[in-house]
């Protein structure tokens, strides 16, 4: 500690040589343009202020001149001033110091009348007269606009304007591109971006090309989803969704096999506590074969199925909606229903997930999830053949739409 402290102050008295070393040559140089520094005093020398005045100059007396206005007469030959008699102006009064009347002949005002002496009834095309309302509306009076054309009364349906037989005005909230964003935002990024945490952490062991080719897999599918959005009510809009139903069915295969797993687990789980209670000396505490499926995969799971469960079940209750809407083509009704079957297969298998965490629920798990898939896949393989085949299927969808319309009405009527 002594050497070291010994060291800085060494260095420090070395960088101080240093600086003087630096500023000396700086003085020498400097001294001769300094004067008397020995110490001599400075006076200030005895310096007189001049007397600064201005000259006696006399100021000029300035004098406006003295001009004569001459007298300006008309030259000869110039129009005489038009006075009036004694200065007066004259007053302009009718004859006889009264204004005169101005009223038509015989002192009557000519009426307009009709040809015919009466007053033509004014009514509109049509031939109904538009009904006034109180403010409050308790005065009854006819159905206003009724008979007049382009005028529609207020709850009757505007004809069409839609090619499809749908009305322009009235697209249901589902069809939007707000609601599709949406959709888009939540179910497919941050849906997407968990299943495929959940997907890395189940295989375990995971290298970086499966990690990176997962993730390639997760952007394709976000910017096929984002085309097909773009490319709506377009040809082009069949190639789209074709490939995104494709990769759906993958999405459910995997939605099967997770809750076979996870039955399978809790049936062995339950089958190694009952070893484990008759048979503790072994100490069996699990059983051979068991697949094991990590809590937080589970999790993950359950969350994607819990952000898609809403957005599939609005999907459902729109298309079905759209289905038995009358203001839609009967093309586009089977189509909605088509789709409506497949959105009812999506909250099934989004249920079973959901069902498969909890106690006891793994069978009715099994069922959601199997009944689920059946519907999106027969729903899917419906909609492409039909499109496939020009319409072939149009009217066995028709029959099949209109039967479960009529038995959902019937249900209706008893309960009402």
Do not use: C
């Amino acid at each position: 500690m002594r050497s070291r402290g010994r060291r800085s102050w060494l260095a420090g008295i070395f960088a101080l040589l240093i600086l003087l070393m630096n500023v000396f040559p700086v003085v020498v140089l400097a001294q001769p343009y300094v004067p008397s520094l020995g110490g001599g005093t400075y006076q200030a020398p005895q310096l007189q202020a001049p007397d600064l005045q201005a000259p006696q100059r006399e100021t000029p007396q300035l004098e406006v001149p003295q001009w004569d206005v001459p007298d300006l007469e008309p030259p000869p030959g110039s129009p005489p001033v038009l006075q009036t008699p004694h200065g007066d102006t004259p007053h302009l009064q009718p004859p006889a110091g009264s204004l005169p009347g101005l009223q038509a002949p015989r002192g009557t005002v000519p009426a307009w009348e009709s040809p015919a002496g009466r007053v033509p009834a004014l009514r509109p095309p049509g031939g109904s007269v538009p009904g006034l309302q109180a403010p409050d509306g308790s005065s009854p009076s006819p159905t206003p606009g009724a008979g007049v054309p382009g005028v529609h009364p207020p709850g009757s349906n505007p004809p069409s304007l839609n090619p499809n037989g749908g009305s322009a005005d009235s697209e249901p909230f589902g069809e939007t591109l707000t609601y599709k964003m949406m959709e888009l935002s939540f179910k497919d990024v941050i849906g997407g971006t968990l299943s495929y945490s959940a997907g890395l952490l189940e295989g375990g062991t995971v290298t970086a090309r499966q990690g990176g080719a997962g993730y390639a897999n997760f952007l394709f599918q976000l910017g096929l989803k984002g085309i097909d959005i773009g490319l709506q009510d377009t040809p082009y809009g069949n190639l789209t969704g074709l490939a995104l139903d494709g990769l759906g069915a993958k999405g459910a295969y995997d939605s099967y096999k997770f809750i076979v797993q996870r039955n399978t687990t809790s049936m062995l789980g339950g089958i190694s506590a009952q070893r484990s209670i008759s048979n503790s000396v072994q100490g069996v505490t699990g059983a051979a074969g068991a697949v094991r499926v990590p809590g937080i995969v589970t999790g993950l799971n359950v969350g994607v199925a819990a952000i898609s469960l809403p957005f599939d079940m609005y999907n459902t209750v729109s298309q079905f909606r759209q289905a038995y809407d009358s203001r839609l083509g009967e093309d586009k009704q089977n189509e909605k229903f088509v789709d409506g079957i497949g959105s009812l297969g999506s909250t099934f298998m989004d249920a079973g997930i959901i069902a498969s965490v909890i106690p006891g629920g793994q069978p009715i798990a099994v069922a959601l999830v199997v009944t689920g898939g059946v519907l999106w896949a027969g729903s899917r393989l419906v909609k492409w053949s039909n499109k496939a085949s020009g319409g072939a299927l149009s009217k066995g969808i028709s029959s099949v739409r209109k039967g479960i319309g009529k038995a959902i009405g019937w249900m209706k009527s008893i309960f009402s």
